[in-house]
């Protein structure tokens, strides 16, 4: 029997945790943080919950299992897994479900849902994994459509092949990430790319998304493991030829990535691997403040050491992931290595960050121990753990950016202060942390965190204002209104704000040729125009 999805949290359903589990968590994490119910609020059955009547009907002849429209399947395919979306499914609030979900087993049955939705006017919401956090993967799409089936991508679940020469594999765009690495693992080989969400979401889903994953330097995004990429699209196949780089015009793979569904499906790519590696070395190094750490990892970026991990963390996430005590900024500083080790890459970083005023233990520290060990466990629990923070009527959330090196310490400060009056004024109080999670010769990607006690029934109106300051003010500041969370449909506003406006004519141009019925992901990236309607109705 296929594994379940956890219908409203992060998770799978046989990893959810029992009515005493949970209270157990929120009487512990109250007691951390200071606030927070001890008796938490426990989720709506899946069986209670109620959906409109589907308005569209599966197409005579396709093959059983291709469509489902029964409530679990249209549940567990509303959302994806923002702090939003996560309170509102805890509560049984199933907004804007698709009508229909379709499970295609290959591509020609891709192609004949897209012929299919076509005929009954229907948007078609690509699903991978389910991880969005900006609303990517809803059907919020208005009245222009006749409904909306969610294509879930899953089944397209294999390595198909495996070039050793040029260490490349052509895989599925379905596969999740743990199955995607079991089936590299026979070939000695690995992507690579870890995600926070990589036990949940699939290839496809980090290429139109543009990822974020293991790499802090150097290959940071999916987009640096790509080779090429195969979409299927309304008018067509969209395939890019296999090489390892082209000044051939504008590359057909920098279209499709970050495209979040509304070019093409992707059904399968080439991508980079390589084995895994043998030598590892690291350390937690403290800094007396967060500006003092992110002199150091600028000057690691700039050192050409090119650091696997080098994720700095301020003194209150430290303390909040219980990986120090609040009197620290920590870095958590890795290498990594296939051939040789890498004891002295190590000893030139520490160098570079005593100089900026760190300190750290001699004793190496393993990746499972210590400081690097905790915040390492915290990463990788915290969907985890919010969950048990909303039903406790604690906000917690993220947000993401990039901003160049001249500008940092002003750019957080400013966006830091920002954020943290909206949680008085939203919250009455509540913590700010920000860590950086990428670092560029040129800039970094800071990366912060509210939590907050808020009243029951009131968190989806004060995140999102809440949101609406950090979105201004990281774009008032100069930044980016996403490094690696993409854009979807909450990110939108600054978005368009964001691209220079030629860019949005170009992108619309490309939709209405591959997609002229504009059926996919409507609403992400792109709204029809009334000109754009206009050719679709003639």
Not at 474 to 484: E, F, M, V, Y
Request: glycine share 10%; charged share 25%.
């Amino acid at each position: 029997m296929a594994r379940l999805r956890n219908h409203w949290g992060w998770g799978w359903e046989d990893e959810r945790l029992t009515r005493e589990q949970l209270r157990e968590a929120a009487v512990g994490l109250s007691q951390h943080l200071g606030f927070g119910a001890h008796e938490p609020e426990l989720p709506v059955a899946l069986d209670a919950v109620e959906l409109p009547p589907a308005r569209l009907r599966a197409p005579a002849g396709a093959r059983e299992g291709l469509f489902a429209d029964d409530l679990p399947a249209r549940v567990r395919h509303t959302y994806g897994r923002a702090y939003r979306d996560v309170v509102r499914g805890m509560r049984g609030r199933f907004e804007d479900p698709p009508d229909l979900v379709a499970r295609p087993r290959d591509e020609a049955e891709v192609e004949q849902v897209l012929a299919w939705a076509d005929g009954a006017d229907a948007a078609v919401i690509p699903f991978g994994g389910g991880t969005s956090v900006v609303g990517g993967v809803e059907a919020r799409i208005g009245a222009r459509y006749a409904g909306a089936v969610s294509l879930d991508l899953t089944a397209l679940d294999r390595v198909l092949e495996v070039d050793p020469v040029s260490r490349a594999a052509r895989i599925q765009g379905g596969i999740l990430g743990p199955e995607l690495e079991a089936q590299l693992a026979p070939h000695e080989l690995t992507l690579r790319h870890f995600p926070q969400s990589f036990q949940l979401s699939t290839l496809g889903g980090w290429i139109v998304t543009r990822a974020g994953g293991h790499f802090a330097t150097l290959q940071t995004h999916i987009d640096d493991l790509v080779e090429s990429i195969r979409a299927i699209t309304p008018a067509g196949t969209w395939e890019s030829r296999r090489l390892p780089g082209s000044g051939a015009g504008p590359s057909p793979d920098r279209l499709l990535l970050g495209s979040e569904g509304t070019l093409g499906i992707v059904t399968e790519a080439w991508v980079r691997v390589r084995p895994k590696p043998v030598h590892r070395a690291g350390r937690a190094v403290r800094f007396s403040s967060f500006s003092a750490g992110a002199q150091a990892v600028r000057a690691l970026a700039q050192s050409g050491l090119h650091p696997e991990n080098c994720r700095l963390i301020d003194p209150s996430e430290a303390a909040l992931t219980f990986a120090g005590d609040g009197s620290a900024a920590l870095l958590v500083l890795g290498f990594e290595s296939v051939h040789e080790p890498v004891d002295a890459r190590l000893a030139s970083a520490l160098a570079l960050c005593r100089e900026a005023g760190g300190s750290w233990d001699e004793q190496a520290e393993g990746a499972r121990g210590g400081a690097v060990g905790s915040w390492r466990e915290a990463f990788l629990r915290a969907p985890y753990v919010r969950d048990v923070l909303i039903a406790m009527g604690v906000l917690s959330e993220t947000f993401e950016t990039a901003i160049t090196w001249e500008r940092f310490d002003g750019f957080v400060a400013s966006v830091r202060a920002a954020v943290a009056q909206a949680v008085r004024e939203q919250c009455g109080e509540g913590l700010v942390t920000c860590r950086v999670t990428h670092a560029y010769p040129d800039g970094a990607a800071p990366y912060f965190t509210v939590v907050a006690p808020v009243a029951r029934g009131e968190e989806v109106e004060r995140w999102d204002a809440i949101k609406r300051v950090a979105g201004e003010a990281i774009l008032a500041a100069g930044g980016t209104i996403t490094h690696h969370h993409a854009v979807g449909r909450d990110h939108r506003p600054w978005y368009d704000r964001q691209r220079p406006e030629p860019f949005a004519a170009a992108l619309r141009g490309a939709k209405a040729s591959v997609d002229p019925r504009w059926l996919l992901n409507p609403g992400v990236l792109l709204d029809p125009s009334v000109a754009d309607l206009s050719a679709t109705a003639q």
